[in-house]
């Protein structure tokens, strides 16, 4: 009995634990990880994002077809819909009590897919894999991207992670993997 009433104050313990600190991981904006992802030598993934369809999803939502789709449903003004705005943008995704640094304009930045950058953007932790996640990175797996890539976006195309992920890319080609 007294076994049991430690472990579950144990594990409350943890799970608020957990939360908190997931609640210290704050959204910096991609202009934070430009200063370091910059570099041709290390693949240049600003850059690379910035020429992607990820940064421009906001201007998007200013478009014709834009215009189009959010006449049909009844909506006056994508560009500021948050049913439009949750997937073209991170800081439409998110809480935006956690945004500190991130802005609306960025579209679909880095911390969609690296996670929240507030407590893993230093180098030291970041060339530590583990470390990094512990402190908020997450790996983009299909799972992330899915949370946009679904048949809730109003223009679906079926999502293949290979061919979609190809075509995002922005590998460093000084890591192994
Ligand atoms: C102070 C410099 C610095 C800043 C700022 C920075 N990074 Fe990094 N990042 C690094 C270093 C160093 C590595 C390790 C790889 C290397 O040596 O190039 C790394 C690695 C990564 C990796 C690969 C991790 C892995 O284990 O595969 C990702 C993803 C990443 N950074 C994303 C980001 C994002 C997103 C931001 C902004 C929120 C950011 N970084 C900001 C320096 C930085
Ligand atoms: C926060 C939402 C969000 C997440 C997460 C996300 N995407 Fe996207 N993605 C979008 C939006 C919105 C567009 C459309 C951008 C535009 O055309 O303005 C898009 C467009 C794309 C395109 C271009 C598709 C086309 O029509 O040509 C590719 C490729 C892509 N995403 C790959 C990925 C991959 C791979 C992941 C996961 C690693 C991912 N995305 C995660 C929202 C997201
Ligand atoms: C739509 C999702 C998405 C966005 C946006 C995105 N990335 Fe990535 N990133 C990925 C995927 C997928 C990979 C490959 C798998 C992995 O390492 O997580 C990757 C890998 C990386 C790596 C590791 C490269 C290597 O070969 O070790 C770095 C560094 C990185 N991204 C930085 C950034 C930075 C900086 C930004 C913003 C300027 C950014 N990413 C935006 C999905 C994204
Ligand atoms: C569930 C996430 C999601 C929502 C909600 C969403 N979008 Fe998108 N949007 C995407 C993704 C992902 C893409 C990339 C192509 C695809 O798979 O639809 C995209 C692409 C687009 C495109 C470019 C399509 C093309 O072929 O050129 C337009 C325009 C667009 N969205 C408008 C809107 C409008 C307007 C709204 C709000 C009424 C909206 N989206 C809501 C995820 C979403």
């Known amino acids: 009995m007294l076994l049991k009433k430690t472990f579950i ?15 210290n991981f704050k959204y910096i904006g991609a202009a934070k990880c ?3 992802h910059m570099k041709p030598a290390k693949g240049e993934q600003y850059k690379k994002w910035l020429e992607g369809p990820h940064a421009s999803a906001m201007k998007t939502l200013s478009g014709d077809k834009a215009k189009e789709i959010a006449a049909a449903k009844g909506i006056a003004d994508p560009a500021t ?6 997937c073209h943008s991170t800081y ?3 809480d935006s009590k956690l945004a500190a640094g ?4 960025e579209g679909v930045s880095c ?6 950058g507030s407590m893993y953007k230093s180098a030291s932790v970041m060339k530590k894999r583990d470390l990094a996640m512990q402190k908020g990175m997450i790996l983009a797996t299909e799972e ?8 809730e976006s109003p223009t679906y195309k079926p999502f293949d992670m290979a061919k979609f992920s190809a ?6 080609p000084t890591q192994a993997d």
């Not at 075509?167 to 460093?172: K, L, S, V």
């Open 81 to 86: 819909d948050p049913g439009c705005l949750k």
């Open 144 to 151: 992330v991207c899915r949370t946009c890539h679904n048949e």
């Open 92 to 94: 439409g995704h998110i």
């Open 102 to 105: 991130l802005k609306m304009s």
């Open 167 to 172: 075509e995002i890319a922005h590998p460093d």
């Open 9 to 23: 104050i144990a594990l409350l313990a943890l799970f608020t634990g957990s939360v908190l600190q997931a609640q």
């Open 34 to 36: 430009k200063m370091c």
């Open 111 to 116: 911390e969609s897919c690296h996670g929240p």
